[in-house]
């Protein structure tokens, strides 16, 4: 008779209709005080350090990522994926994202003494030390800050001087090692830098005190102001004009942190209009693929340009085929070099994938086809650094010169280096 009961309960027990998974984590989440808000907190946690960090996160996606882990459940595979399609947008925050969330996730030290019910489930791995500065500082205890405040006993007073060494410092630090923070205020930075570009003569010719021919019309009209006296015999003079530009970024993920500050110095630095007049500039990202970025650039604002340019971007942060994509440029945009009178900038740490060969006959065209063919190259922050990549090689011999960009004192020097590379 007990083993009947038995079956019937175990029978019974089946035929219970199955509680959906969103129900169930729901459930979960409410069960008494030791659980209740956990899975809330850990998120809220979780996004403010992915802000400290630069990524974008708000309110609306907050909320978002709560009703993602609902419905996916805490597997950690799920987990991961859930939220990395909620807060990630941008492909440089892609690698920013995975390297918090593994240290957040799964150190209780980081993770701010999470609970063990509430932590994906998975194989744990061991961990790697952090190497972006971004999320070294999105960790960083905020006792610190809190101890720095003085009392309201106390005088502050600004050290002028360490204000002043701090700004050195900045100005002689390479892009990649900066904190976000301090990537934000060099970005800043380096939308003031100048680039007055070299001019040459152009064609067209404007009214002045001096020039090769006289202006004779001029003259006549002058004359009726006076009676028919010529007082003074005008003259034309040909117009200065800045070179034209072209501009060549590398985007490849060994490039991720200078090329967005470079464009953003480009774009503020090669603005149209002013005491240079009309300059005609056309920009291109390259990786596995070639970027037109010129209708980017025709933005007035600097963060409208940077946004654009993401949009347009499908490659960024992933491989470099440069000779490919200087065929690219060669077959579908040739016209856009003005002659012999355009100024190639080409920004790259030399480490391409492609084929040697090729990158030799496009850079030998492109070489060919401009006035100057400038090797803009990140590296050269390493004293001892030689170009003995295989396409570091082919650029160092193509280049007219190697530049250095990887921090605010070279790029400020650019200008000088520009105008005497093409006196010579």
């Known amino acids: 008779m007990g083993q009947e009961d038995g079956k019937k309960w175990a029978a019974a027990a089946h035929s219970q209709p199955t509680i959906p998974k969103a129900d169930r984590l729901l459930a979960v989440s409410q069960l008494g005080d030791a659980r209740r808000g956990k899975l809330a907190e850990n998120l809220g946690g979780f996004g403010r350090a992915l802000r400290r960090a630069g990524v974008r996160v708000d309110a609306a996606r907050m909320a978002l990522a709560q009703q993602a882990l609902l419905l996916v459940g805490l597997e950690r595979a799920d987990f991961r994926a859930a939220l990395e399609a909620v807060f990630v947008s941008r492909a440089e925050d892609r690698a920013v994202f995975h390297e918090l969330f593994d240290l957040y996730f799964r150190n209780p030290e980081v993770a701010q003494k999470l609970l063990a019910q509430m932590l994906p489930r998975g194989p744990a791995p061991a961990l790697a030390p952090p190497r972006r500065p971004r999320v070294a500082e999105a960790l960083a ?100 004009r800045p070179l034209p530009l072209l501009v060549l970024v590398d985007v490849s993920g060994s490039m991720e942190r200078y090329a967005r500050l470079l464009l953003a110095f480009l774009h503020a630095a090669t603005a149209s209009g002013g005491a240079q007049g009309a ?129 605010l004192e070279h790029l400020q020097q650019l200008a000088a280096s520009l105008a005497r590379l093409l006196r010579t």
């Not at 009209?221 to 003259?235: D, F, K, S, W």
């Not at 070639?290 to 992933?318: C, E, K, N, S, V």
């Not at 803009?376 to 295989?390: E, G, V």
């Open 141 to 240: 205890p905020l006792q610190a800050a809190q101890q720095a405040q003085p009392r309201a006993d106390e005088k502050f007073e600004l050290d002028v001087a360490l204000a002043a060494s701090a700004l050195q410092r900045l100005r002689q630090a390479d892009f990649a090692q900066l904190s976000a923070s301090e990537y934000r205020l060099v970005e800043r930075l380096a939308r003031e830098i100048a680039l007055p570009l070299p001019q040459y003569a152009a064609r067209r010719t404007r009214p002045g005190l001096r020039g090769a021919r006289m202006h004779w019309p001029g003259a006549l009209r002058r004359a009726t102001r006076h009676g028919g006296e010529i007082v003074q015999l005008p003259r034309l003079a040909r117009q200065a």
């Open 279 to 407: 300059l005609r500039r056309d920009v291109f990202a390259f990786g596995t693929d070639l970027t037109d970025l010129t209708p980017a650039f025709r933005q007035a604002d600097t963060d409208a340009m940077l946004a654009a340019a993401g949009r347009a971007i499908t490659d960024f942060a992933g491989g470099t085929r440069m000779g490919a994509s200087l065929a690219q440029l060669r077959t579908r945009h040739a016209r856009r070099l003005v002659g012999r009178r355009t100024l190639v900038l080409l920004i790259s740490d030399g480490l391409d994938t492609g084929a040697p060969a090729l990158l030799e006959q496009e850079l030998a065209w492109l070489r060919c086809h401009s006035a100057r063919l400038l090797w803009l190259n990140p590296l050269l922050r390493f004293a001892d650094y030689k170009p003995s990549a295989r396409g570091a090689t082919v650029l160092h011999r193509q280049a007219h010169a190697m530049l250095a960009v990887h921090n």
